[in-house]
């Protein structure tokens, strides 16, 4: 017996012509085709009026934080936040709802928070003196701490921290509040509410320390599901995590047996530069533990640099007007060694990489790994390219190397920061730099995401970005992609992109249930209003995960 039916649908399959009407049996696609086909077979099942709207293949966000992400759904958004006054207005109201916060923390403040200079300890001192306070950037790789901040974390003296952190010290020997990277962050995180353990899985790719109490895990396991009942809102289905320990992997393993795992998620191994290669073999067992149709691991992440913001990010030259390359994380050898081992033993990479060293050294160590291991169907990424070597573009292809991109990363789609990004680049870089028109037709294969927490994982925001056509200035190109190409990004090529292809992305009988039907035909929709459009039906292995309107026909 069908259990669901959606009817007057503009159902874009992703497998051949689009269609009307699709039902849903035992937790897969029964059927697609023409209303008076699918009506034939509804029998006593729910039956769902899309009214003209898009169906199609439930949305996979292929870059998540998706611990972190649900816990700053609680913290302070200072988007949109400039000048003393106004951050001061927003941290004081913020600041009197929350009394017994040890550190009151905020997101998504920007590097330009005071205009023509990023935030100092004394700014922030000025906007809160008396408890501490401190501020991450709408990368994470950046945070900003007051002096009640820094003396509780005990950097105010500073700190020796791990290569490619820095705690900005200032010309009196004291730290100016501006902190750099994990090394840097980790010490003031473990005073957020969560103690930090939502970001243990990007910080240290390890379990918190001390081990979390029964009713530390009880907190965190409510905030991953409140995470996922946010992205199920979305029409999210599938979720590509980007840090990853043990500790979230159990949480998410008991929300499965709960039946409250509402997108499939993968979960990888983070290997940070400072771990040994031995520890590889917890990827080996995070894969063989878990490994179902909701919840699986068979992937490590790793960092080879930071982000072109605060200079971090790996430079062929130096940034304009400095002798600064950024440091990569992983020396040449040690990075190919890894990654050799890594593919030796079937995994999947994935390695963040923003500056064009950083790029061309990942897919060296790719080439490396291919050469000692005999070439694979391996599939290994690179996250972000926000700058690029125009030599490199064609390897991307050659190796069969994923682009994994963020349309809402890109100035492209917000013209008004190209002056600001303009100045950390050199005017070569440019043509090439947040390439993914580029790399999508040079033969690579490219799949969208948002970074959640970086930008919020609201996906037709990041489908705006990649489809609407932006003025650029100077030698900036233009990236922007078709309105298909961009939701194949966030389905059918998410799919191919975690070896799945086979069973989901794609609306065909036989195939999984993860369907999402949005509120207004997608096609209809101007480029630049697609932000608007919301997912109104989102089923996850033919469960309803969200519903937003009850047009249900019996």
Known sequence: MTDLVILNGKVLTFDGPDAEALAIKGGLIAAVGTNAEIRAMAGAARVFDAQGSTVLPGFIDSHVHLFQGAAELEYLDLTGVFGLDALTRAVRAYAAERPDDVLLYAYAASYHAMGDRSLTRHDLDDVLPDRPFACMAPDCHTAWANTRALELAGLLQGKAVEEGSEVVMGADGTATGELREAGALAPVMKFTPLGGRDMEGSMTGADPIPAPTPAQRAIDKAVLEKGLRHCASRGITGLHNMDGNLYQLELLAELEAEDKLLCRTEVPLHLKHTDPLERLEEAAYMRQTYASSHLWSSRVKMFIDGVIENRTAFMLQPYPGTENRGAPLFSDAHFKEVCTRADAMELQISVHACGDAGVRRTLDAYEAARRANGPRDSRHRVEHI??????????????????????????????????????????????????????????????????????????????????????????????????????????????????????????????????VVMDCDLEAQPADSLSTAQAVLTICGGHVTFEARCELLF
């Open 386 to 515: 926000e700058t690029v070597s125009a030599g490199d573009i064609p390897r991307f292809r050659e190796l069969g190397v994923i682009a994994s991109m963020q349309p809402l990363h890109a100035p492209h789609s917000s013209p008004e920061a190209i002056p600001e990004l303009a100045s950390l680049l050199h005017n070569h870089q440019i043509p090439t730099a947040f390439p993914s028109r580029t790399l999508r037709k040079s033969g690579a294969k490219v799949i969208f995401s948002t970074d959640w927490p970086v930008v919020p994982v609201d996906v037709m925001a990041t489908i705006q970005g990649a489809v609407a056509r932006q003025t650029l200035p100077g030698g900036w190109q233009d990236q922007t992609h078709s309105l298909r190409q961009a939701l194949a990004a966030y389905t059918c090529d998410g799919a191919w992109a975690e070896f799945n292809e086979h069973r989901k992305g794609r609306l065909r009988a036989g195939m999984m249930a993860d369907v």
